[in-house]
């Protein structure tokens, strides 16, 4: 996009290597305005927005609600509201500490919207997440704020308002609307200095969505819909197609900031793609592209259209004369797999029945004619579900096994699969007794085979391993978190500081991103703070808190810009070595840094073991805790969980010493109540 500043998309684009670049993660964007088997279950708890506009701080903690289908194992904060039908709805979502994720859903639970446009750890920096939506109909409707990622902690703003626009609904193509923008005009209520029409619509995935826009004078003109805000241009005239990657509702915007009229003539079209169907396996198609070919979204395309089931396994087996793109999707346009080259084989595993989409894109070519042959096959294979680390299976490769998907890695061969879901920059050991594995990616494609290695996880999804022989065999598979060839630096004693620097010789923890390690023992119920900052311009601290098992205990990037600082209060659960990492968020950032680690005075306190100045009660509790404080009126009550998150805060009251806290929605467990820098040991029952 060219000429003016653009008010609406405030978000960049570039993604950071946490997910995967130019795949859409299908576990997540699935039935945007159909939700035929991606809704959350209706028992999930939603906090009701009593009017609007609304706005809440809150936390994502280890007590919040885990998501069960929309992203399973992600903390979330739900919000339920009624709408009324033609109402425009806006949520932003600010969450500083982590990357963030938005869905609206309708009335039966289904997902009618989500925006994940940043791919950062920092959503506020770019505008946040943002979902503009005109309501279909009246009824109850329901906002899920959530992060990328899994078991991901932090705070976040949610605003949700209804906007006061009207628009023109588009209910058929070809559209024409003849139109003048001027100060009689509505204005867009985002940006009240522009001048605005909207138009609403319901496209298909697989459309080809074409605008035509002629004007008197410069206007902008914004799509948004699917994941967000999908193209932008600015001029007097405007011509494009746009591939449609989910079905669901998209609006139009025109925006006008001009002192004058203009007069404008704008026309819609959609023209939908056409698929080869595929009805049975194994299947093969030799073709071609070249400039008579139809396009979709990236360029000259032929699709191929089939029908999956769970647990089905799609192989393909592709060459070409020239560099081709292979994608798969599901229905509702959730990238699955994708793949680049002249010659490619891979897996894709099929987690739910449905049609599902496959393309073959020249997405660098001139339009010179490329012959390809296109190989499918299909077969139903079972992965074993790892569901937390460290993981040890005793198993068994015999005839009744299952055979191996991947036949040009071992033809024939029995098999067994297992799956994991990883966070970007975790590094997993993974061994095996006898036999060989085979370790796979989200896109099907091999990352390694043999019996050990360490995988530094590059994107945050799953992973596959399967444990494959040509004959009968008794094997062990044991897989734990584990770190790279790192160095500590032992902390002997606290207070302890050091004032340091990261330069291109230092070691990495992530990868491109350099490093300095600490190591430090504790023993359970020590309190210590972490302090962790940037001394010099430009260096924006990340910190991560592991415990003995090199599993993550923090990662945190919360304050951002220069002479950045982290602190993280640790509370530590069993007596053992911790280790620190003080690193960066970005690659090969460099500049001097001091990391301070220091001791909090821990006091064991039961409802016997009262103390003159403070005592609290009953404790255990079922979730009502009495604290009657006779010297420490100012400050917070904060409780803090084994890891050391906060789950809950609360300002000290000034007049009385006595007061009362409710902590029935926290978990069962060992909790630690802090007062300024007292810290008492709660159980909650």
């Given at each position: 996009?060219?000429?003016?500043?653009?008010?609406?998309?405030?978000?960049?684009?570039?993604?950071?290597?946490?997910?995967?670049?130019?795949?859409?993660?299908?576990?997540?964007?699935?039935?945007?305005?159909?939700?035929?088997?991606?809704?959350?279950?209706?028992?999930?708890?939603?906090?009701?927005?009593?009017?609007?506009?609304?706005?809440?701080?809150?936390?994502?903690?280890?007590?919040?609600?885990?998501?069960?289908?929309?992203?399973?194992?992600?903390?979330?904060?739900?919000?339920?509201?009624?709408?009324?039908?033609?109402?425009?709805?806006?949520?932003?979502?600010?969450?500083?500490d982590?990357?963030?994720?938005?869905?609206?859903?309708?009335?039966?639970?289904?997902?009618?919207?989500?925006?994940?446009?940043?791919?950062?750890?920092?959503?506020?920096?770019?505008?946040?997440?943002?979902?503009m939506?005109?309501?279909?109909?009246?009824?109850?409707?329901?906002?899920?704020?959530?992060?990328?990622?899994?078991?991901?902690?932090?705070?976040?703003?949610?605003?949700?308002?209804?906007?006061?626009?009207?628009?023109?609904?588009?209910?058929?193509?070809?559209?024409?609307?003849?139109?003048?923008?001027?100060?009689?005009?509505?204005?867009?209520?985002l940006?009240?200095?522009?001048?605005?029409?909207?138009?609403?619509?319901?496209?298909?995935?697989?459309?080809?969505?074409?605008?035509?826009?002629?004007?008197?004078?410069?206007?902008?003109?914004?799509?948004?819909?699917?994941?967000?805000?999908?193209?932008?241009?600015?001029?007097?005239?405007?011509?494009?197609?746009?591939?449609?990657?989910?079905?669901?509702?998209?609006?139009?915007?025109?925006?006008?900031?001009g002192?004058?009229?203009?007069?404008?003539?704008?026309?819609?079209?959609?023209?939908?793609?056409?698929?080869?169907?595929?009805?049975?396996?194994?299947?093969?198609?030799?073709?071609?592209?070249?400039?008579?070919?139809?396009?979709?979204?990236?360029?000259?395309?032929?699709?191929?259209?089939?029908?999956?089931?769970?647990?089905?396994?799609?192989?393909?087996?592709?060459?070409?004369?020239?560099?081709?793109?292979?994608?798969?999707?599901?229905?509702?346009?959730?990238?699955?797999?994708?793949?680049?080259?002249?010659?490619?084989?891979?897996?894709?595993?099929?987690?739910?029945?449905?049609?599902?989409?496959?393309?073959?894109?020249?997405?660098?070519?001139?339009?010179?004619?490329?012959?390809?042959?296109?190989?499918?096959d299909?077969?139903?294979?079972i992965?074993?579900?790892?569901?937390?680390?460290?993981?040890?299976?005793?198993?068994?490769?015999?005839?009744?096994?299952?055979?191996?998907?991947?036949s040009?890695?071992?033809?024939?061969?029995?098999?067994?699969?297992?799956?994991?879901?990883?966070?970007?920059?975790?590094?997993?050991?993974?061994?095996?007794?006898?036999?060989?594995?085979?370790l796979?990616?989200?896109?099907?494609?091999?990352?390694?085979?043999?019996?050990?290695t360490?995988?530094?996880?590059?994107?945050?999804?799953k992973?596959?391993?399967?444990?494959?022989?040509?004959?009968?065999?008794?094997?062990?598979?044991?897989?734990?978190?584990?770190?790279?060839?790192?160095?500590?630096?032992?902390?002997?004693?606290?207070?302890?500081?050091?004032?340091?620097?990261?330069?291109?010789?230092?070691?990495?923890?992530?990868?491109?991103?350099?490093?300095?390690?600490?190591?430090?023992?504790?023993?359970?119920?020590?309190?210590?703070?972490?302090?962790?900052?940037?001394?010099?311009?430009?260096?924006?601290?990340?910190?991560?808190?592991?415990?003995?098992?090199?599993?993550t205990?923090?990662?945190?990037?919360?304050d951002?810009?220069?002479?950045?600082?982290?602190?993280?209060?640790?509370?530590?659960?069993?007596?053992?070595?911790?280790?620190?990492?003080?690193?960066?968020?970005d690659?090969?950032?460099?500049?001097?840094?001091?990391?301070?680690?220091?001791?909090?005075?821990?006091?064991?306190?039961?409802?016997?073991?009262?103390?003159?100045?403070?005592?609290?009660?009953?404790n255990?509790?079922?979730?009502?805790?009495?604290?009657?404080?006779?010297?420490?009126?100012?400050?917070?009550?904060?409780?803090?969980?084994?890891?050391?998150?906060?789950?809950?805060t609360?300002?000290?009251?000034?007049?009385?010493?006595?007061?009362?806290?409710?902590?029935?929605?926290?978990?069962?467990?060992?909790?630690?109540?802090?007062?300024?820098?007292?810290?008492?040991?709660?159980?909650?029952?």
């Open positions: 996009m060219t000429g003016k500043n653009n008010p609406v998309s405030v978000k960049d684009k570039a993604q950071k290597p946490k997910k995967k670049p130019s795949v859409i993660d299908a576990s997540l964007l699935k039935d945007i305005g159909d939700g035929k088997h991606r809704k959350e279950n209706a028992g999930f708890p939603y906090i009701p927005i009593p009017s609007l506009p609304y706005n809440n701080n809150n936390s994502l903690t280890t007590s919040s609600t885990l998501l069960q289908t929309l992203n399973p194992g992600a903390y979330a904060v739900g919000y339920s509201l009624t709408l009324a039908k033609d109402d425009f709805l806006h949520i932003k979502l600010c969450a500083n982590f990357d963030a994720l938005l869905f609206l859903l309708d009335e039966n639970y289904n997902v009618f919207s989500i925006d994940d446009d940043d791919g950062d750890d920092d959503d506020c920096y770019n505008g946040g997440e943002q979902i939506a005109v309501i279909p109909k009246t009824g109850n409707y329901y906002i899920i704020a959530t992060s990328f990622g899994s078991a991901i902690t932090g705070s976040f703003t949610i605003d949700v308002n209804l906007l006061p626009f009207s628009f023109n609904t588009v209910s058929s193509f070809p559209y024409t609307d003849i139109q003048t923008l001027s100060s009689v005009s509505q204005s867009f209520p940006y009240p200095s522009y001048y605005a029409e909207g138009y609403v619509m319901t496209l298909q995935m697989g459309d080809r969505f074409d605008i035509d826009f002629t004007g008197s004078d410069d206007v902008e003109i914004i799509l948004w819909g699917g994941y967000g805000d999908m193209f932008e241009d600015y001029g007097t005239y405007i011509q494009d197609s746009i591939g449609i990657p989910a079905a669901g509702q998209y609006i139009v915007f025109i925006l006008y900031d002192a004058a009229t203009c007069n404008y003539t704008l026309n819609l079209d959609v023209t939908g793609f056409m698929y080869n169907i595929v009805s049975s396996f194994p299947y093969t198609d030799t073709n071609q592209l070249s400039s008579s070919s139809q396009e979709f979204i990236y360029g000259y395309t032929e699709g191929y259209s089939m029908f999956l089931q769970t647990n089905d396994v799609l192989i393909v087996d592709f060459t070409s004369d020239n560099d081709l793109a292979v994608l798969l999707s599901d229905e509702y346009g959730g990238w699955i797999s994708s793949n680049v080259g002249s010659s490619m084989q891979f897996v894709a595993n099929i987690s739910a029945t449905g049609t599902y989409y496959l393309y073959v894109i020249d997405m660098f070519g001139d339009g010179t004619t490329c012959n390809y042959t296109l190989n499918l299909s077969m139903f294979f992965y074993t579900h790892i569901p937390s680390l460290p993981y040890t299976d005793d198993g068994q490769l015999t005839a009744a096994s299952q055979i191996m998907p991947y040009s890695l071992c033809s024939g061969c029995y098999a067994e699969g297992y799956s994991l879901n990883l966070d970007y920059g975790d590094y997993v050991k993974i061994t095996l007794s006898s036999g060989t594995f085979y796979i990616d989200s896109d099907g494609k091999l990352l390694y085979s043999g019996d050990s360490v995988l530094s996880a590059m994107y945050s999804g992973y596959y391993i399967i444990v494959a022989d040509n004959a009968a065999l008794n094997y062990t598979l044991h897989v734990d978190y584990t770190i790279p060839d790192y160095t500590f630096i032992p902390i002997l004693s606290l207070p302890y500081t050091h004032n340091s620097e990261l330069t291109m010789y230092s070691q990495m923890y992530f990868p491109g991103r350099l490093s300095a390690g600490y190591s430090l023992a504790l023993t359970a119920g020590d309190t210590v703070t972490i302090d962790y900052y940037s001394t010099n311009y430009g260096l924006d601290a990340r910190l991560v808190v592991l415990n003995e098992a090199y599993s205990i923090t990662d945190q990037n919360i951002n810009g220069i002479y950045d600082g982290e602190r993280f209060i640790l509370i530590a659960p069993y007596t053992g070595m911790y280790y620190i990492v003080a690193t960066t968020v690659i090969f950032e460099m500049g001097n840094y001091r990391l301070e680690v220091y001791s909090t005075t821990t006091t064991g306190i039961s409802e016997t073991e009262d103390t003159p100045s403070l005592r609290i009660y009953p255990p509790t079922d979730g009502q805790l009495r604290i009657i404080n006779y010297e420490l009126r100012d400050g917070n009550v904060e409780i803090y969980d084994v890891v050391g998150q906060v789950v809950f609360s300002a000290m009251s000034s007049t009385s010493p006595d007061m009362t806290i409710d902590i029935s929605h926290l978990s069962a467990g060992l909790y630690f109540l802090k007062i300024n820098n007292t810290v008492i040991k709660v159980v909650k029952q």
